[in-house]
């Protein structure tokens, strides 16, 4: 158990909730005339605590060029993306703080969103839940769908600390 890393004293599984009833959006804008980081939640705006910071620059470290979909052209190249300021906004479509895992959901969706605005690539499978993981344990879990398996982890740099589907939302009918 690492409080710094946020690494779980023991393994965990848990079973993803209906996404077309409880879930969260996050849109994330990026531009080189945005100056620092800013976030709003549900329509307030909020500072990014030290895991959300954690979490966004983990991601940034694994940033690639991000390409034109539809030309192939470099948009970013991956050494300017620390020019970049972002700009989140992020909605749970159920209630805040409601014992719902809303922080697990928001958390896993603001990981993923960045991965995919980045263009980032993991350096090992699992490597997403892992980041997600230091903004909200449960993140791990929710960075994937049906039954998800969170391993506690044995190294020091708790890199084996992630989370693994077990089965995917359509396991059961």
């Known amino acids: 158990n690492d409080v710094k890393l946020n690494t779980p004293m023991n393994s965990s599984a848990s079973i993803t909730l209906d996404q077309s009833d409880l879930h969260t959006i996050t849109t994330i804008a990026a531009s080189e005339?945005?100056?620092?980081?800013?976030m709003?939640?549900?329509?307030?705006?909020?500072?990014?605590?030290?895991?959300?910071?954690?979490?966004?620059?983990?991601?940034?470290?694994?940033?690639?060029?991000?390409?034109?979909?539809?030309?192939?052209?470099?948009?970013?190249?991956?050494?300017?993306?620390?020019?970049?300021?972002?700009?989140?906004?992020?909605v749970n479509t159920f209630p805040t703080g409601a014992g719902l895992a809303s922080s697990a959901a928001g958390l896993a969706c603001f990981v993923a969103t960045l991965a995919k605005l980045y263009n980032a690539k993991e350096e090992y499978?699992?490597?997403?839940?892992?980041?997600?993981?230091?903004?909200?344990?449960?993140?791990?879990?929710?960075?994937?769908g049906g039954?998800?398996?969170?391993?506690?982890?044995?190294?020091?740099?708790?890199?084996?600390?992630?989370?693994?589907?077990?089965?995917d939302e359509n396991y059961w009918p």
Do not use: H
């Not at 005339?33 to 800013?38: I, V």
């Not at 954690?54 to 390409?67: G, H, I, M, P, Y």
């Open 33 to 38: 005339n945005y100056k620092g980081d800013r």
């Open 40 to 90: 709003w939640l549900n329509g307030t705006e909020i500072e990014i605590n030290g895991r959300g910071q954690t979490c966004l620059q983990e991601v940034r470290k694994l940033a690639q060029d991000k390409f034109d979909s539809v030309t192939g052209e470099i948009m970013v190249k991956k050494e300017d993306w620390s020019k970049y300021g972002v700009r989140i906004a992020s």
């Open 125 to 144: 499978p699992g490597q997403f839940t892992a980041i997600a993981r230091q903004g909200s344990g449960s993140a791990s879990r929710s960075m994937y």
């Open 147 to 167: 039954f998800v398996r969170w391993e506690k982890g044995e190294r020091a740099d708790a890199t084996d600390s992630i989370a693994v589907q077990i089965a």
